[in-house]
C-alpha cells in the first residue's frame, strides 16, 4: 500500500541554519505530495504542494521538489526563523476525495 | 482558502460519560470528511471516513461503537466518544476536501482539533 516515511526528528538547529528535512514515499501511480505545518496546540496547515513529477512547490522560504526517480520530496529552507518551529508533516494523495497518507512527522525547533 | 471549523477546542470530561466533537466545513460543501486521532508525538492516525447521508468507513482497530460518527448534511460531521475512558484521551482533527477540479492535489483543510481529557 501507499505510505510516507520522513526522517526521525526531533531537528534543532540556531537560527538562521538551513534545514533540510528527508521525506520519501511508496505509492502505485503518480500521487500528489504534500507538507503540512502544525504549530503548538494547533490543527495542519497546507505549506506547500507538488501534483507531478518535477514540480517545485514553494511557500513561506520553504521548497521542496517531487524527485520521482527517488520517490522524494525533500522540504528544504535557506535560513529557518524561530518563529519556524512546529511538527512538519509530509503527506500524498493518489486519488480525490479520499484521506491524505501521512508521515510520523517531524519536530523543528530553532533557536535564537 | 477553505474553512473548517472544530468545536471544542479542548474539554475535560469524567470516565464514562460521553462526548460530542463537531467539524464543519464553513464555506464550502463537504460530502467526505476524515477523522484523524493523534497521540503525542506522533502522526496522525486515521479513524474513519464520514461520508454525507450514510454509515462512516472505520479503520482497522477503530471501535465504532464507541467512536459514533454522523454525517447528517454537507457542512456538519459529528464523532462522539461514548462511555469515555482515560485512554480516549488525545488530540483529534477533522478534515475535509474540496471536492471538483484538483483531482489528487486538492488541498485538504483541517479543523484545529479537540484536546479531549478523560478524568
Known amino acids: 500500500g501507499n505510505s510516507v516515511t520522513q526522517m526521525e526528528g526531533p531537528v534543532t538547529l540556531s537560527e538562521e541554519a538551513f534545514l533540510t528535512i528527508n521525506c520519501t514515499y511508496t505509492?502505485?501511480?503518480?500521487?500528489?505530495l504534500f507538507w503540512y505545518v502544525q504549530y503548538p496546540g494547533e490543527g495542519l496547515q497546507l505549506l506547500l504542494k507538488?501534483?507531478?513529477?518535477?514540480d517545485k512547490g514553494s511557500n513561506k522560504g520553504f521548497e521542496a521538489t517531487y524527485r520521482k526517480e527517488t520517490t522524494s520530496f525533500h522540504l528544504e529552507k535557506g535560513s529557518v526563523q524561530v518563529s519556524d518551529s512546529a511538527v512538519y508533516f509530509c503527506?500524498?494523495?493518489?486519488?480525490?476525495?479520499?484521506?491524505?497518507?501521512f508521515g510520523k512527522g517531524t519536530t523543528l525547533s530553532v533557536s535564537s | 482558502g477553505a474553512v473548517v471549523s472544530q468545536h471544542p477546542s479542548w474539554v475535560i470530561c469524567k470516565s464514562g460519560t460521553s462526548v460530542k466533537i463537531e467539524c464543519r466545513s464553513l464555506?464550502?460543501?463537504?460530502?467526505?470528511m476524515f477523522w484523524y486521532r493523534q497521540f503525542p508525538k506522533q502522526s496522525l492516525m486515521l479513524m474513519a471516513t464520514?461520508?454525507?447521508?450514510?454509515?462512516?468507513?472505520?479503520e482497522q482497530g477503530v471501535e465504532k461503537d464507541k467512536f459514533l460518527i454522523n454525517h447528517a448534511s454537507l457542512t456538519l460531521s459529528t464523532l462522539t466518544v461514548t462511555s469515555a475512558h482515560p485512554e480516549d484521551s488525545s488530540f483529534y482533527i477533522c478534515s475535509a476536501r474540496v471536492t471538483g477540479t484538483g483531482g489528487a492535489g486538492t488541498e485538504a483543510f483541517f479543523g484545529q482539533g479537540t484536546r479531549l481529557t478523560v478524568v
Open positions: 507538488a501534483t507531478k513529477a518535477d
Open positions: 464555506d464550502f460543501q463537504a460530502t467526505t
Open positions: 464520514s461520508n454525507e447521508g450514510s454509515k462512516a468507513t472505520y
Open positions: 503527506a500524498l494523495s493518489d486519488q480525490a476525495g479520499t484521506a491524505l497518507i
Open positions: 505509492a502505485t501511480g503518480y500521487p500528489s
